[in-house]
């Protein structure tokens, strides 16, 4: 049952923050509290934030909420803010805003509010309120539900009432409802994240709603889906999480085409070389053509994504011939950089031949030029391009080495 008290005596006073923030997060935290004290609103330090403080580990993100115009703080903290680049991505429908500086510190702001699910997992249908406590019953975990007072007449104030700090002492993750995960089944993939990321277990109870059949990721928007997977290629402990997700069966329920397998990752590879788009071709690695397909669409990735995925996934699944001719040359030397980094970062020993014959190749020469073919009979067209690259393959092969075996190249293989 939530514990509807405020928690009694001061827990995190304020003095402590900077301990735990930067220079830069702190200066973003004091520019919402000035604001929202000349407007005299009521300001909430949340979530993830709060947690960590309580756990002392450093503080990534910064969430705050506020009885105010949430819209009207991040502007006017966007408008004094002098420092460096800062950008902001506002949802009006849902009352929050981000702002990042291009020192990736980021403040989220949330109107304080509550929620419905007209359907699982769609986005909720946002309702404002002024009390704190309803505000945290909206949230994911117990953990994740206490807030520190920020502003005049609220400061230090704490409030708990979903037992988040008993959670804390037990390193035990806890939803706040049986169907949490019903509501938004991304809580699943944010729940291996802290698993893995703040050595919790899960409560009993939690354990059995992980498999309840009314999960469905159906309504979860694609884009919803690739930030889970953001979130977790910038982690250290970005294959450890993926383990667990696979473990949950929670990948497949995403897309079938989802899978984890450790082989398919270079683990010798610094962690936090698998970026995203290295992540998911990982993740997509076993899938067949058709099914990785869907697997993107269903994921909205931007058509750039899909083909650099599409071209590293198919030099990792040999999809063409393993030794360079003639013919399959032209394939290789089409493939993008990009393409070639995901894949070298997932398995090194298998693409260090194509990366070497890409090298060697874009040094090639055919040695003669277009004029050079037509004073020697043949016809302009296809069949110049297609000499000069018979040339180029020759150079390649090490048969010619200039322009004169060039030249003894072509009469003795009859090329007209």
């Known amino acids: 049952m939530p514990n509807s008290s405020s928690g009694g005596l001061p827990t995190i006073p304020l003095q402590n923050l900077p301990n735990y923030l930067t220079l830069e997060a702190q200066q973003l935290l004091s520019l919402a509290i ?163 990321s703040h050595g919790l277990r899960l409560d009993t109870d939690v354990a059995h709603q992980l498999h309840m059949p009314e999960i469905t990721f159906e309504n979860v928007a694609g884009v919803r889906l690739v930030s889970e997977l953001r979130e977790i290629s910038e982690s250290a402990l970005a294959l450890k999480i993926c383990s667990q997700l696979h473990q949950w069966g929670v990948l497949e329920q995403s897309h079938p085409a989802l899978s984890f397998k450790l082989p398919n990752f270079q683990t010798t590879k610094p962690l936090t070389n698998y970026n995203l788009r290295t992540l998911i071709t990982g993740l997509l690695l076993d899938a067949n053509d058709e099914m990785r397909v869907a697997a993107l669409e269903r994921l909205q990735i931007p058509k750039q994504l899909k083909l650099f995925v599409q071209e590293a996934s198919g030099m990792l699944n040999n999809n063409r011939a393993e030794h360079f001719t003639l013919d399959n040359i032209r394939y290789y030397e089409k493939i993008n950089e990009e393409s070639l980094a995901i894949a070298n970062t997932l398995n090194s020993e298998k693409t260090a031949p194509i ?17 050079d073919l037509k004073k020697m009979g043949i016809a302009a067209g296809p069949d110049i ?30 090329i007209k």
């Not at 949802?91 to 419905?116: F, M, P, V, Y």
């Not at 909206?138 to 520190?148: G, L, Q």
């Not at 200039?402 to 009859?414: M, R, V």
């Open 34 to 196: 000035e604001y929202s004290n000349r407007h005299q609103k009521h300001l909430w330090l949340v979530g993830g934030a709060v947690r960590d403080i309580l756990m002392e580990k450093p503080v990534r993100d910064i969430d705050i909420t506020t009885t105010g115009d949430s819209l009207a703080l991040a502007e006017a903290i966007k408008s004094e803010w002098n420092t460096s680049e800062i950008n902001m991505v506002s949802h009006s429908d849902l009352l929050t805003a981000s702002l990042r500086t291009n020192n990736n510190t980021q403040l989220d702001i949330s109107r304080l509010r509550t929620e419905r699910y007209d359907r699982p997992g769609t986005l909720p249908i946002v309702s404002t309120t002024d009390e704190i406590n309803l505000d945290l019953k909206r949230r994911d975990f117990s953990i994740n539900a206490m807030a520190v007072g920020l502003s005049q007449d609220i400061e230090n104030t704490f409030h708990d009432p979903f037992n988040g700090r008993s959670a804390i002492d037990s390193a035990t993750l806890v939803t706040l409802h049986r169907n949490s995960f019903v509501d938004d089944p991304t809580r699943l993939w944010r729940a291996a994240r802290l698993l893995t």
């Open 355 to 371: 990366a070497n014959a890409i090298a060697k190749w874009k040094m090639c020469s055919s040695y003669l030029t277009v004029d």
């Open 385 to 414: 391009g297609a000499t000069l690259h018979q040339l180029r393959w020759a150079d390649f092969k090490g048969i010619i080495k200039s322009k004169n075996d060039a030249y003894y190249f072509l009469q003795n293989n009859d």
